[in-house]
């Protein structure tokens, strides 16, 4: 019979998954006076490090079998379980969910409990792309909050930045999308096939960023009503680096569902920790797309009243806006 002690994380725990660089980020409620024009038609590589991705925990014990059997989930009974056959006795793991209990042991050890941090937003890394996290984990001002697991926001995965192996595990098994909603203009004509393969549903509905997302009125509601349908989740939404025409996707999204400015600003604004360079309130297309959403009631409104106004004159129905909170809201 093997004996095995786990060591770390310690028993009920409380673990962060931001990184020093997030946390200090976040904590100074970030914004620059920084008010210029954003080429987002053709994004960069800044040359910045990549501080988009979660912290991961590092889980260590000590045992006398050859190999060992390691075994996480997220229910008492194991069911879902993540397993590893190490033959080391520690494993590193990432993308875990916020504010959520997990359970692990290691071949007949006890049973050890740690909870992650309740801060969002939820990191997520994926090799390849930069840049990319899940919406779920934002809190609403009618203290609701948006599921964490359904939809997730990023950058490309097939073009200037590919997924590599590891990552497009990490979308299929980890993430299990089932829907890659693609906001690129002319990006069917990048690839012969899907990266994810034909299990996934590929969308292309092109929409463009900032005050051209509020002209193009159009091209608002097709995404709106893939998001409305419960059979397309988990969702991968993107454009080439998950900072414009992702960001201004996910303001509108986000504001509808209930959060509040501060968060709406700040998750806008967590892009600069990515590869993509400095995005920030003050900049001049976000600007020019607030006044244009100020239009759309009277001095007071807050921005989910704004976006409803707004998305009712791109023709997206009540009905639609009910089915997309009912979705994503818990």
Sequence with gaps: MTMTTLLTPKKSAILPLHTDAQQDFENRQHYST?????????????????????????????????????????????????????????????NFKIGTRYFWRVNDSEV??????????????CE?????????????????RIKQGLIYRGGEMDSHYKAGADG?????????????????????????????????KYILSPVDGYNQYIDQKHECKPVMEVLADESNYPVYFHCHGGADRTGTVAFMLEALLGVEEADLMLDYEL???????????NMEPVQVMLNMLRAYGKEGDDWQTLVENFFRDCGISDETMEKLRANLLE
Excluded: Y
Excluded at 176 to 197: C, N, S, V, Y
């Design 128 to 144: 390849g792309p930069s840049n990319i996290r899940d919406m779920g984990g934002w809190k609403t001002k009618d203290d609701r």
């Design 34 to 94: 920084a008010t210029g024009s954003i080429d987002w038609e053709h994004p960069q590589h800044s040359g910045n490090a990549d501080c988009s991705h979660p912290l991961p925990i590092i889980f260590t014990w000590e045992s006398d079998a050859a190999e060992s059997k390691f075994e996480l989930s997220e229910f008492p009974d194991f069911s879902c379980a993540t397993v590893r056959i190490m033959a080391d006795n520690t494993v590193t793991l990432e």
């Design 168 to 200: 497009l595990r990490v979308m299929r098994e980890e993430l299990g999308i089932k829907t890659d909603l693609d906001l690129r203009r002319g990006a069917d004509e990048l690839f012969p096939e899907h990266p994810l393969g034909d299990s996934v």
């Design 271 to 281: 892009t600069t920790l990515s590869i993509w360079g400095e995005r920030c309130r």
């Design 112 to 125: 050890f409990d740690f909870i992650t941090e309740d801060i969002a937003p939820r990191w997520i890394h």
